[in-house]
């Protein structure tokens, strides 16, 4: 290895082949995996920014602890560090481009970009942060409403609109080093100019301006389309603006096309002198690039944005020095200051970084206050963790607790001991077992003499808790009752009315719960399971059925730990990271169109030893917009053609309950060998004798939920098989669903759900809890994330109530009901 840069090629390959035999920590030649691993990236190559030098030394330090963690810490490492190794190599061959290729032009002096940031801090302003935009230079009434229509009204709105993006202009290379697909700067003299119109196009005006450095001569074309750029005035004022000898700069982005290389419409400015500064806020340098509507130019954003900037001097710094010292941080009026007009792109980094830690912090700050108000509300609820019910409850179990359900019980069991409420998030992988813990929580409450309740999000989820609480509470002779919308009047009535009087100790149901006229004696636990399919509010009007009662939440869609501190920065956390024992890995395998009849010949096999299928659709009815297939097709075409000896059963949201109970106890009851589904099935149902789970157009479903699908299948003692037909030939598509061949683990999956698809829909849908971030990202950003919760933690802990930061404390007040759109405070 060389002493100034890893041997990238042989790095991959390790990574690559280690995945490829499923991270057994493979014994080569000389050394381990592992061991090679460390030596490679024992000594931190040079030129490496901070954050980059301490991402390195994280990696090399967890492929020490590489031979002794479980196979999923493997897969993370391994993918996490491919992917880091890949962009540090391409983000270090791009410096070193610019190193050894720099501007040379024997005509003309490089140019000097003009500092934007440095001249307009020295400008004296006569305006505020408050300051309507109208008072803001060359702005005026008429720009500054339409402005307006981005929500921009003041001077701070103006700098905290931060750019979507930016482009880097800021190289400036010679005619001859010009690549397809750069975005940079061209510096040379003009040959000649000409503006005319099209001959083909009589509204369309084409200017051509042909510009030579030493090395080369570049052509360079715009169009304008309209009348008033056809006008000869006009056409003539460009050639005159560009008169041979002149020494330009040109920026944009370099094509190839038949004529040879170019730049895409580019921006041109012409440069006073001979090695002149350039003026533009766009040429030559980081460009930011801005959210945009109807009727708003992109310059008038640039240049509101510049009018405003010197302002960025009155902003307050919240944070501490000490604090900015101990985590690499820029100064927040930098920071603003160069995330739209950088000097740089290193700059943009580190003033990127600032801020996006600044949404963290915030966010993580808030959470961890509220966390402490909540512990502060006493609860009239202190449950006992011992009693009659838990040990008879433990010796009806035909199995014994898995260590991580133990570890989890007791983390819950010590909550109930406690004056304050519970808020106790449990995350576990489908099969995990959180059922078994949820009701030793629910008895811990009915020993205490206190109610409990069950929310779960669909009909289909709350019958099959129903119906395995009823098996167990029977055994302990206590009552439990099911509340939904299909419940009758009269049965509704009798319900409310044991609540009210304490007879009934346990109500399972769903979103009738609290919407109903509820009214429980004495609730003391609230449990709700599939927690992200409820809003906020609807949580917290549950647990207003009660005084102040314990929450016990529950989710079978594990997520990472990143989403995790963004959804539920206020929760308790508790992980049951281990499956019984007995439990076999499901086959997984992504088929083709052409492979469908060996899917066919599986099932029947299958179906033939007494086993059963489900197969899954993404819609109900046909779509003439979709090309994929539909349950009730679907349903009718396996019956008649394929499957005429089998009875094949259907599964919808569009059936009723009863309909609905129907189909789903035929299929437990094996009346019905196949059920034909749409995603209805995804959580909660369980039938041990299912070991097919086909799924069609599995590339419309994201990666979590193909998971939760799979998750039917493997639930007995006999080898399961796990389907996914994909309809698409795409690389992405292929490469997302293979994640599920390789495998099993929910946590992994998620994590690379994320990644493929963004944070916002890892959970199927919008999650209306979810930070709404300007320049966080869930995906590139987890250090800065983890970062801010440790920053935030050690604030709390010396100083919960911020009284010795209370500049800190007015921006959390600003900032937090805004990040959150005032949801998280509910």
Same mark, same amino acid.
């Given at each position: ?16 082949? +280690? ?8 014994? !080569? ?5 592992? &061991? ?9 190559? =040079? ?146 100019? =000409? ?44 050639? $005159? ?15 190839? =096309? ?17 090695? !002149? ?99 502060? %509300? ?8 011992? !009693? ?74 709350? &019958? ?38 304490? +007879? ?128 009730? &097709? ?5 019956? +008649? ?7 094949? !059963? ?111 829909? %890892?959970?199927? $849908? ?26 935030? +933690? ?16 007015? &921006? ?15």
């Amino acid at each position: 290895m060389s002493t100034e840069f890893p041997d990238w090629t042989r790095l991959q390959k390790a990574l690559a082949v +280690e995945a490829e035999n499923g991270f057994t920590d493979l014994q !080569g030649n000389q050394y381990r995996f592992s &061991e090679f691993l460390c030596l490679s990236l024992g000594k931190t190559p =040079n030129g490496l920014l901070p954050v980059e030098r301490r991402k390195w030394q994280s990696i090399a330090a967890e492929f020490e602890r590489y031979h002794h963690q479980t196979v999923e810490a493997r897969q993370h490492l391994v993918v996490d560090t491919r992917q880091f190794l890949y962009k540090l190599q391409q983000e270090l061959q791009r410096r070193e481009r610019e190193k050894t290729h720099p501007p040379q032009t024997s005509m003309v002096k490089s140019p000097q970009t003009t500092p934007l940031v440095a001249e307009t801090s020295k400008v004296n302003v006569n305006f505020t942060l408050d300051s309507p935009l109208s008072e803001l230079p060359d702005i005026g009434r008429r720009r500054s409403d339409y402005l307006g229509r981005l929500g921009v009204y003041t001077v701070r709105d103006m700098l905290y609109y931060y750019p979507r993006d930016h482009i880097d202009y800021a190289r400036q290379v010679n005619v001859k080093d010009l690549v397809a697909g750069e975005t940079v700067t061209v510096v040379g003299t003009v040959k000649r100019c =000409n503006c005319f119109t099209s001959p083909r196009n009589k509204k369309l005006s084409i200017f051509e301006l042909l510009i030579k450095d030493s090395t080369g001569q570049l052509k360079l074309n715009r169009f304008f389309a309209g009348n008033r750029f056809s006008h000869r005035g006009w056409q003539e004022q460009q050639k $005159r603006r560009y008169p041979a000898g002149a020494i330009v700069a040109a920026s944009g982005l370099v094509k190839k =096309n038949k004529y040879g290389i170019t730049l895409d419409t580019p921006e041109i400015e012409v440069l006073d002198h001979l090695g !002149g500064s350039i003026d533009s806020l766009k040429i030559g340098r980081v460009m930011p690039v801005y959210p945009l509507t109807e009727g708003v130019p992109a310059d008038w954003v640039r240049q509101a944005v510049m009018a405003a900037l010197p302002a960025v001097n009155q902003l307050q710094e919240p944070l501490p020095k000490g604090m900015r010292q101990q985590y690499d941080l820029m100064g927040v009026s930098d920071a603003i200051a160069n995330l739209h007009f950088p000097t740089d792109t290193d700059t943009l980094s580190r003033a990127r970084r600032r801020l996006v830690f600044d949404e963290f912090f915030y966010l993580q700050l808030g959470f961890l206050q509220r966390r402490k108000m909540q512990q502060q %509300v006493q609860s009239s609820a202190i449950l006992a963790p011992t !009693g009659k019910l838990i040990d008879r409850f433990y010796q009806l179990l035909p199995f014994e607790l898995t260590s991580a359900q133990k570890r989890v019980v007791n983390d819950i069991l010590n909550d109930l001991q406690q004056p304050t409420p519970m808020n106790r998030l449990v995350q576990g992988d489908v099969g995990s077992g959180k059922t078994v813990v949820a009701v030793i929580a629910i008895l811990a409450a009915i020993q205490s003499g206190y109610q409990a309740a069950l929310m779960a999000p669909t009909e289909v989820l709350a &019958e099959q808790h129903y119906r395995k609480l009823v098996s167990w509470f029977n055994l302990l002779h206590l009552p439990v009752e099911l509340l939904t919308g299909s419940v009758k009047v009269k049965k509704r009535r009798e319900i409310h009315s044991q609540l009210e009087t304490g +007879e009934l100790p346990l109500l399972v149901g769903t979103h009738a719960l609290i919407q109903d006229p509820v009214n429980f004696q004495r609730l003391g636990l609230v449990v709700i399971d599939e927690q992200h399919r409820f809003g906020v509010e609807q949580r917290a009007q549950l647990q207003q059925k009660g005084q102040s009662p314990h929450v016990l939440t529950l989710t079978a869609t594990p997520i990472p730990r990143t989403l995790a501190l963004t959804l539920h920065g206020d929760l308790d956390v508790s992980q049951i990271d281990e499956l019984p024992p007995g439990r076999q890995n499901i086959h997984t395998s992504v088929l083709t169109g052409k492979e469908r009849q060996n899917a066919y010949d599986l099932m029947r096999r299958e179906i033939a030893q007494g086993r059963q299928v489900y197969i899954v659709l993404p819609l109900i009815e046909e779509s003439e917009k979709l090309d994929v297939r539909s349950a009730v &097709e679907e349903h009718q075409r396996l019956s +008649e053609s394929i499957f005429p000896q089998f009875q094949v !059963g259907l599964l919808h949201g569009r059936m009723s309950s009863a309909e609905k109970d129907e189909a789903l106890n035929a299929f437990r009851d094996n009346q019905t060998q196949i059920i034909v589904s749409t995603t209805v099935i995804e959580v909660g149902v369980d039938v041990p004798n299912a070991t097919v789970m086909m799924i069609e157009n599995a590339e419309r479903f994201g990666l979590s939920q193909l998971h939760q699908l799979r998750g039917r299948v493997g639930r007995g003692s006999h080898q399961s098989y796990c389907l996914l037909m994909s309809g698409s030939k795409t690389d992405t598509a292929r490469q997302r669903l293979g994640v599920l061949e390789q495998s099993q683990d929910g946590f992994f999956i998620s994590e690379m759900d994320m990644r493929f698809r963004g944070p916002g829909e %890892v959970l199927g $849908r919008r999650q209306s809890g979810l930070a709404d971030f300007a320049l966080a990202s869930l995906v590139e950003d987890q250090e800065v994330l983890n970062l801010a919760r440790d920053a935030a +933690e050690k604030i709390v802990l010396e100083d919960k109530a911020l009284e010795n930061l209370p500049l800190v404390k007015a &921006e959390l007040d600003y900032r937090y009901s805004k990040l959150m759109g005032g949801a998280i405070l509910t």
